[in-house]
């Protein structure tokens, strides 16, 4: 009996891959544990490896075809092979059986349609009326390949004509990660009621206090200490306080998670990725900072694992490295919120009725209002603040 390979669950967020490319072609035989496809997402680009020993009968789904999470994208049998790989093929077991009739590609037409089971499969799932297929290549044997050129024919009459290109323009199409990282957030904005408050944060006892310890962190820790692992640690603070901030909305049900694990954006020069920071309320700044550190490492080499991008509950975005203020961040579907952190500057601000130069930063938290109430957001935004204002106590958590 033949061997489903699928499109795996890499995580809560994930919910299709692209593939980017088949390392075996149909008839080879592979050894459990082998590499046969690699699976791009918005997130990380994973290897599939065999999961029995035999021979790869049939690839279901060409590179660059979007699969869905669970959706089978090959099959392997035995070594010696369960279905003739050249001419006429055997269905797979699970494959139904269609009658003769049924296969008519019109009523005039006085014989039946030659079509492999695997066409047939293939036509099932995306719903296309074998007659119209015979149809269109008459007197052919219908095979995978026909079925895949007549959903292309069809996708390309309902496209609206292009606009030429430019010779000013520079064109590209948008594909892998990038077309599904596009796709999952134009999801979210659409499925969260997102709504997104910001508070004020004087950062100048963190400022001061990271610049005492950076020296110690780096030489005994070997670490560069941000201010990162300070706002992770007082996301924790918050969520404490209100773990609906932590929660997801799962159909009719909100699930609670009860370990605090904080995704944390990555800008890879090429496209984002959100590596996750696991149970941050049960960590110190030192354990947090080396984790943000190698994760971020690991991101930019992409040698994330799928590990490394599961489970997050919520996310933190720090923009302010690369001098940005203020932004209304899109929720890392299916979290409930995100935190964005803005640049670190010295301004002028009031205290006790002078004007002092201060280091300032903008917080500016996501949320979605579906199952976060204003009140629950703002007072969750002000524990962090408070926290950040007052960092000793964060390395005492």
């Known amino acids: 009996m033949a061997a489903e390979i699928q499109m795996p669950n890499l ?5 299709e891959g692209t593939i980017e490319k088949w390392l075996k072609k149909e008839g080879d035989v592979v050894e459990k544990g082998d590499i046969i496809v690699v699976i791009m997402t918005e997130k990380v680009t994973v290897e599939i490896p065999a999961e ?10 060409p590179a660059g075809a979007i699969v869905k999470v669970g959706e089978t994208i090959a099959l392997i049998g035995g070594a010696e ?26 009523p005039r037409e006085s014989r039946d349609v030659r079509i492999s089971p695997l066409a047939v499969k293939i036509a099932k799932e995306n719903g296309v009326d074998i007659r119209e297929v015979a149809a269109r290549f008459p007197g052919q044997k219908i095979g995978k390949k026909e ?50 408050t910001m508070a004020e944060v004087d950062m100048t006892d963190l400022v001061k206090l990271r610049a005492a310890l950076k020296e110690k962190f780096k030489k005994d820790y070997n670490v560069s200490l941000t201010f990162v692992p300070f706002v992770m640690k007082a996301m924790g603070e918050g969520i404490n306080a209100f773990p609906i901030l932590n929660a997801s909305l799962r159909k009719d049900e909100i699930v609670l998670h009860r370990a605090v694990h904080i995704g944390i954006a990555v800008d890879t020069g090429q496209n984002l990725l959100v590596p996750v920071v696991r149970d941050v309320n049960k960590k110190g700044i030192v354990d947090v900072s080396r984790e943000v ?19 997050g509950t919520i996310t933190l975005t ?3 490295v690369f001098g940005a203020l203020l932004a209304t961040p899109i929720i890392h579907q299916p979290q409930s919120a995100i935190l964005w952190m803005g640049k670190v500057m010295e301004m002028p601000v009031v205290r006790e009725g002078q ?26 935004l002000q524990i962090v603040k408070k926290n950040l204002e007052n960092p000793a106590l964060l390395l005492l958590a």
């Open 355 to 380: 004007i002092v130069i201060r280091s300032m930063m903008y917080l500016c938290l996501s949320y979605d209002h579906r199952i976060i109430m204003g009140a629950q957001a703002v007072q969750f």
């Open 52 to 61: 029995v020993s035999g021979r790869l009968l049939r690839i279901l789904h």
């Open 318 to 320: 720090n923009a302010g």
């Open 147 to 196: 079925i895949f050129d007549f959903i292309e024919s069809k996708k390309q009459k309902i496209q609206p004509p292009e606009i030429p290109s430019s010779p000013d323009e520079e064109v590209h199409p948008l594909t892998g990660p990038i077309r599904v990282m596009a796709e999952h957030m134009a999801a979210s904005a659409q499925t969260a009621a997102r709504v997104t």
């Open 81 to 106: 092979g369960e279905a003739e790989m050249g001419g006429q093929t055997a269905a797979p077991p699970s494959s139904p059986a269609v009658s003769s009739s049924a296969l008519r590609p019109e």
């Open 11 to 15: 995580g809560l967020s994930i919910a």
């Open 293 to 311: 550190q190698q994760l971020t490492g690991k991101a930019r080499k992409s040698a994330l694992s799928v590990q490394d991008i599961q489970g």
